[in-house]
């Protein structure tokens, strides 16, 4: 018998109601004949409460602390869908991340898994049994609790998925698909049958929060089959995630994502010696701060220094505040400036390699609106723009129809061209 993973993110399992519609989706895939692992996240706003509380108690909780109620959510609902697959007459058994023997780094709050014990979930199995797995949660090898990071439950389900080696991993989320950009900022963007592993990365680590990134990563490096598609409706097959080997690429650009949970530090004339940058970003990185889109310009001969730029997360910024004394005395910079009105508009594309132009006609559409630029970075398969945030609608909304990322469906099926 095959054995397939199914997640349901927060959103499918907001209410009752919506536990007894994820409950059918189990049983169904259960009657196909196949096995089935379910993992799940938190019903609704559920984490995002939990945080809220733990802030009206404490300014500056622990992490540990913080791991041990975050993961609280993710049991509710592994124990309610359980009840609801019982009361269809069907066997299943609820499972946390320590039952089933999820060992994760020592690090609170974005553990990275190491290892996944495969006998217990197969002992449920071969008992017949549906096994709903807690997501976003492990355990280290002390026994400690520990969250894999904020919508970690699809890297739960995919590290599953490639330990089990199954047939399919099945991702349902409250959107029909993965779309060409977010379709609740852009109503009119396609949805994709494909993208592939590399894009789909891209876009999930630039701020398209439909996967996260390193469910993507999981996927990629263990040629895990993954498919995006509603909880809502059944038999759509949604957008399938496959390696960019497997495609034919007609257009340069498959998505757009827009970020504003960034914030830009500019750290000032930074005197220009040896060593000074790895002094920054080893501090940085010892306080478990991750950076995006560094810069550092040109050294003016005026000072012998130079600006030092880059984008950090907005969820850092108390934690970046709290490091500035310690930057100004290490690097002796005339200022750090904080820039919190942003936004990260990036395209992506596997079809961008070797066609020249496609960074130049983004800066052209965004000129033609009269939107500056204020940071630029680029990668093979992408290039990603900081504009001020007010412009960020009207940016993607330009983007999307210069790079003809609107309108119907599109095939990016192989062998058949769009026309
Ligand atoms: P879940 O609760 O199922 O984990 P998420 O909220 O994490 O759901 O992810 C689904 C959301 O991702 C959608 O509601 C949509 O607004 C957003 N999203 C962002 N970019 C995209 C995209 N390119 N395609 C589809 N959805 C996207
Ligand atoms: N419940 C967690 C969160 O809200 C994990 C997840 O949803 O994947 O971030
Ligand atoms: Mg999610």
Redesign the pocket.
Known sequence: MAVIVQK?????LADVDKIKNVANAVVREKKLGNDVIVVV?AMGHTTDNLIKLAHEISKNPSDREMDMLMSTGEQVSIALLTMAIHELGFDAVSMTGAQVGILTEDTHSKARILDIRKDKLEEQIKAGKIVIVAGFQGVTKKGEITTLGR?G??TSAVAIAAKMQVERCDI????E????????IVPT?KKLKEISYEEMLE?ASLG???LHPRSVETAKQFKVPMRLRSSFKLDDLGTLVIGVEQMEIYKPVT?L?CDKSQVRVVICDVPDRPGNASKLFTLLAKHELSVDMIIQSYARSTNNSNDIAFTINKDDLTKFVGMKEEIMSILNPSNIHIDEDIAKISIVGAGMIDRPGIAAQMFETLAKEGINIKMIATSEIKISCLVEKMYAKEAVSALCKSFELEGEDVALVHGTLPD
Request: charged share 15%; no cysteine.
């Open positions: 349901f993110g927060g959103t499918s996240s919508g439950s699809d349902y989320s409250d959107v698909g993965i779309y060409t950009t977010d379709p609740r963007a876009l398209a929060n439909v998505g994502a």
